[in-house]
Each structure stands twice: as structure tokens, then as C-alpha cells.
Antibody, heavy 128, light 107 residues
Framework: QVELVESGGGLVKPGTSLRLSCAAS????????MGWVRQAPGEGLEWISY????????YFEDSLKGRFTISRDNAQNSLFLQMNSLRVADTAIYFC?????????????????????WGQGTMVTVSS | EIVLTQSPGTLSLSPGERATLSCRAG??????LAWYQQKPGQAPRLLIY???RRATGIPDRFSGGGSGTDFTLTISSLEPEDFAVFYC?????????FGRGTRLEIK
């Protein structure tokens, strides 16, 4: 069936790194923009990043640039989030999601839209 | 960045009543706006995209409207399973921010 399954979360110490993975199945992964969203305990949703189908166009939350990077492997139907120099404030559930695409007539480019398919999330806890 | 302000923060209604949730953008986002529903312990679910288009499988009691800076999500007659937290998100340009959410609770 159509699904996204995240993995790689866990309990880590501040300053360390973690790589999250998202395995896609049931749809043509290489046709879609993909992204990451996180949710701190008891808080709202925070958009992190989008990556286009070829991996050549990336949108990223400015506050996370330099510490986090997004990538994908279309041959493996997988999306990744590399997180470095982790902080206590990065503690959250991290969701992988598939994005719709729309044609921006003002620029002539296809851009990412709403997230129409979500994984169940993987918990990342950063604590000393 | 384009900030989204959702109101009210909490809405208390009874099953069968009509719910109207608001999302206001700090600048125009055209119709590049989505609404999501999230229940405790679950991932968000897409309800509405492009401001007014229902996502696949979403009941027609859910409707979205608006353009530019002012948007609404309406649930015409609340069912018990509708009570949850609702978020709007714009995708007009990066960063693709979410609003802080509206909690819809049973009165």
C-alpha cells in the first residue's frame, strides 16, 4: 500500500549527529517532491524542508541551514535528513511527507505544495 | 517570512454544530494554502489544498475558502470524529510556515 515509514530516531546527547530515513512504497517516489516536518512535544507543526524529485532543488528553514541537510536516493525510494550539532530544542517527532506540486505561472517552475501523504513519525530526543 | 495567524486558539462546539476556523496571512499567499487535521498520537492529515480543494477521501462537510490573506475552514455539521487540532500552512514561498493551530474540542 501507499505509505511512508520513518526510522533512525532515538535518544542522543547534545552536539551529536543523527540521520533519519524515510522509506516510501506504493507510489512512484521519483515523481514527487518530498519533505520533512517536525513537532516538539505538546507543540505545533514546524516545516523543515522540501526537496524536488531529482534532488536538485531544496527549500530549507533558515534557522536549520548549516546543521541539517536533506537528500534522497530515488533508486532506494528513500528520503533522508542528516542532523548535526543537535540541541535540546531539536527534540521532536520528525515526520516525512510527500508533497503535491503546482505549476507557478509567474516563474514557469513546478513548486512544492501541500503535504498529502505523511509517515507516522520518528521521535528524536536530545538530552544530556 | 509570511506568518500565519490562526483563530480562535480553542473552539468549543457540540456535534451537529457548524465550525468556522480562521487563518490569516501576514502577506498575500494567493490560494497557496492548505489545512490539516491532527488527532492525538497521529500524523497530520491533509484536508484542503489550494485554499478550497478537498483532498482525496475528505468528506464534503469540510470546505475551505478565501484567497490572498484571509482563509476559512468550515465544517458544516460536526461529527464526533472531527474533534482535533487543525493547522493551516502556506506554500507561496519559502519558508512554508504552519500556523500555530486551532484546537476544536467537544463542548
Amino acid at each position: 500500500q501507499v505509505e511512508l515509514v520513518e526510522s533512525g530516531g532515538g535518544l542522543v546527547k547534545p552536539g551529536t549527529s543523527l540521520r533519519l530515513s524515510c522509506a516510501a512504497s506504493g507510489f512512484s517516489f521519483n515523481d514527487f517532491y518530498m519533505g520533512w516536518v517536525r513537532q516538539a512535544p505538546g507543540e505545533g507543526l514546524e516545516w523543515i524542508s522540501y526537496i524536488n524529485s531529482a534532488g536538485s532543488i531544496i527549500y530549507f528553514e533558515d534557522s536549520l541551514k548549516g546543521r541539517f541537510t536533506i537528500s534522497r536516493d530515488n533508486a532506494q525510494n528513500s528520503l533522508f535528513l542528516q542532523m548535526n550539532s543537535l540541541r535540546v530544542a531539536d527534540t521532536a517527532i520528525y515526520f516525512c511527507a510527500r508533497a503535491t506540486t503546482y505549476y507557478d505561472t509567474s516563474t514557469g517552475y513546478y513548486r512544492p505544495g501541500a503535504f498529502d501523504l505523511w509517515g507516522q513519525g520518528t521521535m528524536v530526543t536530545v538530552s544530556s | 517570512e509570511i506568518v500565519l495567524t490562526q483563530s480562535p486558539g480553542t473552539l468549543s462546539l457540540s456535534p451537529g454544530e457548524r465550525a468556522t476556523l480562521s487563518c490569516r496571512a501576514g502577506q498575500s499567499v494567493g490560494t497557496s494554502l492548505a489545512w490539516y487535521q491532527q488527532k492525538p498520537g497521529q500524523a497530520p492529515r491533509l484536508l484542503i489544498y489550494d485554499a478550497s480543494r478537498r483532498a482525496t477521501g475528505i468528506p464534503d462537510r469540510f470546505s475551505g475558502g478565501g484567497s490572498g490573506t484571509d482563509f476559512t475552514l468550515t465544517i458544516s455539521s460536526l461529527e464526533p470524529e472531527d474533534f482535533a487540532v487543525f493547522y493551516c500552512q502556506h506554500y507561496a514561498r519559502s519558508p512554508h510556515i504552519f500556523g500555530r493551530g486551532t484546537r476544536l474540542e467537544i463542548k
